[in-house]
């Protein structure tokens, strides 16, 4: 079984660009998250998508933040215009419904200079 | 919302000797206690956890403990050995699927041959 897989590894971008990240759950996980652990701190939640809804979307920084999930499937998280505070490792994880367990992707790293 | 706090933010200690994490917890409600292991490069994994009807879960040579009253619990890892060396994250949740994860600061074990 393919694991969660996220797009790109690494992206460095200057401030004021636009990044999207890309994410792909485990086939049949219909939650799916995104976190952000910034330097030495938390894994800190961004937000929850069951199928193509937003569940919870409490943990989203601002409005330079957009995450979409068309079709339920892949979901990708856009940051315009990025910031330098924006930097950091962004995971992404899948559970499967009514599921306690997540599992993560490798993260992509964001550096924003 | 739930606040998680975990200590020591970096452990060494010699291979063979034991390790231990400490979480505590905010909200009363939480019932399902994640732990996660992050090895450099590498993705969160989780690696045991434990539900608050139980006290104390054990994996080889990992061991869980849960205070429900003092709303602590903790990682235990005996008989260290190099490949335990990662980053930890103890986690807190109310289960049943369409709740996010409220993760600790991590701790990062070194363990020294």
């Known amino acids: 079984e393919a694991g969660v897989t996220q797009f790109p590894s690494h992206s460095v971008i200057e401030k004021g660009q636009t990044v999207t990240l890309r994410c792909d759950p485990i086939?049949?996980?219909?939650?799916l998250y995104w976190y952000r652990r910034v330097m030495g701190k938390e894994i800190k939640f961004l937000l929850h998508?069951?199928?193509?809804?937003?569940?919870?979307e409490s943990g989203m920084p601002n409005n330079r933040f957009l995450a979409e999930r068309t079709g339920g499937t892949y979901s990708t998280l856009k940051v315009q215009p990025a910031e330098l505070e924006d930097s950091g490792v962004y995971f992404c994880?899948?559970?499967?419904?009514?599921?306690?367990?997540?599992?993560f992707g490798p993260g992509t790293r964001l550096t924003v200079t | 919302g739930e606040n998680v706090e975990q200590h020591p933010s970096t452990l060494s200690v010699q291979e063979g000797d034991s390790a231990v994490i400490k979480c505590t917890y905010s909200?009363?409600?939480?019932?399902?206690f994640p732990w996660y292991k992050q090895e450099l490069g590498k993705r969160p994994q989780l690696i045991i956890d434990?539900?608050?009807?139980?006290g104390e879960k054990k994996d080889q040579r990992i061991a869980v403990t849960l205070n429900k009253t003092a709303k602590h619990f903790s990682l235990h890892i005996t008989e260290t050995q190099p490949e335990d060396s990662a980053v930890y994250f103890c986690?807190?949740?109310?289960?049943?699927?369409?709740?996010?994860?409220?993760f600790g600061t991590g701790t990062k074990l070194q363990v020294i041959p």
């Open positions: 994880a899948s559970s499967q419904e009514y599921a306690n367990e997540q599992y």
């Open positions: 086939s049949g996980h219909d939650n």
């Open positions: 998508f069951v199928k193509e809804s937003k569940q919870d």
């Open positions: 909200d009363s409600a939480s019932n399902y």
């Open positions: 434990i539900r608050s009807n139980v």
């Open positions: 986690a807190a949740l109310r289960s049943g699927g369409y709740q996010k994860v409220t």
